[in-house]
């Protein structure tokens, strides 16, 4: 395999560096490095990071592969930096047994734009009523560490419990999406303000945190470790802040959307803003905000949802939940933490990479940029700004929120173990 050098970037956005990749691994960090044999990426102080990493990812396949497929999914991954992305299990059929959660493994080693880690189902097709096969899609070719029933909630606490138990045998993780069903019924959007103006049904805060609340106390009963998936009120930032000031082995995530988008923006009725969870207050924003910086938050998640156009182009109560995120991601986190002070970017690489790679024990992702390392970086032009065009994005699906927002920072560059799989913007 071929060398790479790549010239004059700014390691975690620090001091400048060259930095030489031969095949698969760094080989040399330091100044002035000799480019004998070995193709430059002139980084010119871009920024470089290592090879993002999601925890939340919707590819869609198998089942509705007019949102999204493994192939698309992760060349949108790669596009937005990512050189790993773990996969949700709420596909047709249900990615519920091994069989399934190595269809998609083997799809993703096929598309070859960055690796595909499934996550699998904690109930059968996902009904909540009987534990799916964990400790064969552990034991599969996918080797599965993380559970979840993502799009819905672990609702009863026995299977919960239970859960959590199975999986602490062999280091799992248990992810809950907490929504309380009952008191989520029929809602719409966020429960406040805004859904009494506009008479739409409201979703309360109390539906995420309540849920929360018992999770970390079943975590800590059991002594195992559950992670909550994208936190959206400031009520669970507080719970998880005490689960962990108690010890408790309780993991959280927040995704971009929910760090700058606000409740406000359902009053124009356009349903790309619907999603699940909903978009919250600004006081809850600057509390999620404010978490991920000092760690409550552990990290960031995308929870891209793909959705074909038909499915979100219709009246408000009738559009699908989600939005697609992959591909704006870092943007939104260098907006919303970066240039607001919150965090360095040696913080987000803490957070988007080396943090969310421990979670799922995925190996060979979120190292340091150092010498013997798997080569999976990123270079961000961090002084690029431009609007966003979802006519320009590798995702199959384009319900975006950012469409015509004007977002800082583009990814110049992916390398997924050496190979270059983003060249100047572009797909490789
Ligand atoms: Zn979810």
């Known amino acids: 395999m071929s060398k790479t050098l790549i010239r004059g970037a700014k390691v975690l956005g620090g001091e400048v560096q060259d930095v030489l990749i031969d095949g698969e691994t760094i080989v040399q960090v330091g100044s002035g490095l000799s480019d004998e044999g070995a193709e430059v990426v002139e980084a010119d102080g871009k920024v470089l990071l290592p090879g993002l990493v999601d925890l939340h990812t919707h590819l869609r396949e198998p089942g509705r592969e007019d949102s ?44 070859g734009y960055c690796d595909v880690q499934p996550i699998g189902a904690v109930t059968v097709g996902l009904e909540g009523k009987k534990l799916a096969e ?88 059991v002594g195992s470790r559950v992670h909550i998936c994208h936190l959206s009120t400031a009520g669970s930032v507080e719970i998880v ?54 760690g409550t938050i552990d990290i960031v998640a995308t929870d891209h949802a793909p959705h074909p156009h038909e499915d979100k182009d219709c009246e408000w109560a009738a559009a699908a939940m989600g939005m697609v995120g992959l591909e704006t991601a870092l943007s939104v986190v260098q907006q919303t933490m970066v240039e607001t002070g919150l965090l360095d970017w ?21 190292r340091p940029i150092a010498v013997g390392e798997p080569a999976n970086l990123t270079l961000l032009d961090a002084a690029y700004r431009g609007q966003v065009d979802p006519a320009g994005f590798a995702s199959r699906s384009r319900n975006t929120p950012y469409e015509g927002r004007e977002l800082p920072g583009r990814v110049t560059h992916t390398f997924l173990r050496g190979r270059a799989t983003v060249v100047d913007g572009k797909l490789a």
């Open 68 to 111: 999204e497929t493994v192939l698309t999914g992760t060349r949108a991954a790669a596009s937005g930096g990512y050189t790993a992305v773990f996969a949700m299990a709420n596909t047709f059929p249900v990615a519920d047994t091994a069989g399934v959660v190595e269809q998609v493994y083997r799809l993703g080693k096929e598309s």
């Open 134 to 221: 964990l400790g064969a899609m552990h034991d599969s070719a996918a080797g599965v560490k993380v559970f979840s029933d993502d799009g819905k909630c672990v609702d009863d606490a026995v299977i919960m419990r239970r859960a959590l138990e199975y999986v602490k045998a062999f280091g799992g993780v248990v992810a809950q999406h907490a929504q309380e069903p009952r008191l989520t019924e029929g809602a719409q959007m966020n429960e406040g303000v805004v859904s009494a103006e506009l008479g739409l049904g409201g979703w309360p805060a109390v539906a995420e945190e309540s849920i929360i609340a018992r999770d970390v106390l079943l975590a800590e009963h």
């Open 241 to 294: 802040r005490w689960a962990k000031s108690r010890g408790i082995d309780v993991t959280a995530e927040v995704t971009p959307h929910h760090l700058l988008l606000t409740d406000e923006l359902v009053r124009s009725y356009n349903p790309v803003y619907k999603v699940n969870p909903p978009l919250r207050t600004e006081k809850d924003v600057l509390a999620l905000r404010e978490a991920l910086a000092d």
């Open 346 to 366: 040696a913080g987000v690489a803490e957070r988007m990479s080396a943090k969310p790679a421990a979670i799922g024990r995925l190996e060979g992702h979120g």
